[in-house]
């Protein structure tokens, strides 16, 4: 019931701002009549007033109508002709006595024209009204009564027609948000479930794989894969409710330990780096969802055998850099043109930052370097486009010194590829 409502609204205006219309006309014109059928004029006078003004007010209602559903039909200006000329003629005949009634005029003008124009037009018909009635009656009062109530008369119609077209207008607007509210959800949609759960389905076949190579050779490190093989699913499961449901809150701290474990299941040496960098709440998960696709494309298309992990802030930049070795050939499948990255991208930019992927070429051969860059403090209105996720400060621990990177002495987490 709200839903039609809703949806019903603009229609009631419409029937809204036409019965003021119609009672308006018929009101102020009837009162017009019966003043002319009172005053002592001619029989023939009174004649051609009442047929002028039924002719006025069914152009009125015409135009008003056309106005109101917004078409611009090809007989809109033999109307406001017509209506033009039988709005000041009757002025010859009876005087003062036709004061107002070219208003209707002005309104038809206001309500069915566009631009500057037709403002200064609606200012010279409102001038010409009194000008008119004290060159036939001489009186001075009578004109400026007349300008008055002309004004008066065409401003209130144009502003219950314009009120009723702003309400289908605003109406209209509002179902445009709405359907591209529908259509962003459809895209964060897609993106959360690539970058949470494709992740994770990725990290369960590679375990799978490594789980039916060591079947037979070592049965009890298959059971250990089979059991991780089974936990991946359930997080797999538990990340699509979580999708489903819209909460989009990643850990950095746990797609760390993640992404250690995975490339060490697909036989690639990781060299992680991570000193304690305060981050926004925000910020991790979007540094965490970038980790996550980087990981993914390392074991999908690269044969890498070391991948070196860092976190960094520099001048009030925060950045992760992720850089393999032995990546795939560009056209075997560049992971820099996935869709994944494509919407890791917009994640970024959206928090003012920006994501850049190169395969630089040195004396080891060519890498694979992906770099996102965040600024570190950031404002409100990002937070809020990120997600709405408050600004958490969270510090995360030091790699005990079982990490690689300083079991090999090489504190600053410098890998031995590429020297980043």
Not at 4 to 19: C, I, Y
Not at 122 to 146: E, I, K, M
Not at 181 to 203: K, N
Request: aromatic share 4%; net charge positive.
């Amino acid at each position: 019931m709200k839903c039609k409502t809703e949806f019903d609204t603009p229609r009631r205006a419409q029937v809204l701002a036409l019965t003021i219309v119609a009672a308006f006309s018929v009101g102020f014109l009837g009162m017009v009549l019966l003043d002319i059928a009172r005053a002592s004029v001619s029989t023939a006078s009174i004649i051609v007033s009442e047929f002028v003004v039924v002719a006025l007010g069914g152009i009125q209602m015409q135009v008003s109508a056309s106005a109101l559903c917004g078409r611009n039909l090809h007989w809109i200006p033999f109307s406001l002709t017509a209506q033009g000329l039988l709005a000041h003629l009757p002025l010859l005949l009876v005087g003062g006595l036709w004061n107002g009634v070219p208003g209707f005029f002005i309104g038809s003008l206001l309500f069915s024209m566009r631009g500057r124009t037709v403002w200064l037009l609606a200012g010279c018909v409102a001038v010409f009204n009194p000008l008119l009635v004290y060159g036939v009656t001489h009186d001075a009062r009578s004109a400026r009564d007349g300008l008055v109530v002309t004004s008066l008369i065409g401003l209130t119609l144009f502003g219950a027609v314009r009120l009723a077209n702003q309400i289908r207008e605003v109406h209209a607007l509002r179902m445009d948000l709405a359907q591209l509210a529908v259509t962003q959800e459809r895209l964060r949609f897609a993106r959360d479930l690539h970058d949470l759960v494709g992740h994770t389905l990725s990290s369960a076949s590679v375990k799978a794989e490594l789980a039916h190579r060591l079947l037979a050779q070592d049965p009890r490190a298959a059971r250990i894969e089979v059991a991780e093989l089974i936990n991946a699913v359930r997080q797999a499961h538990a990340e699509i409710r979580t999708v489903a449901q819209g909460y989009r809150r990643l850990s950095l701290e746990s797609e760390l330990v993640s992404a250690r474990s995975t490339l060490q299941a697909a036989g690639v040496t990781p060299h992680f780096s991570y000193h304690g960098v305060s981050l926004p709440q925000s910020s991790g998960g979007v540094l965490a969802a970038v980790l996550r696709e980087a990981v993914t494309n390392v074991v999908r298309h690269s044969a890498a055998r070391h991948c070196t992990v860092r976190v960094t802030r520099h001048k009030g930049t925060t950045r992760l850099i992720v850089v393999n070795d032995r990546p795939h050939s560009a056209r075997a499948g560049d992971p820099s043109e996935s869709s994944g990255l494509r919407n890791l991208s917009e994640r970024v930019a959206l928090l003012g930052g920006t994501l850049l992927v190169s395969r630089p070429t040195t004396a080891r051969g060519e890498e694979f370097r992906l770099e996102a860059r965040l600024p570190t403090n950031l404002p409100p209105t990002d937070l809020a486009a990120a997600g709405g996720v408050a600004s958490t400060q969270r510090c995360l621990l030091p790699w005990r010194t079982s990490d690689p990177s300083r079991v090999q002495g090489n504190p600053n987490g410098v890998d031995a590829i590429s020297g980043t």
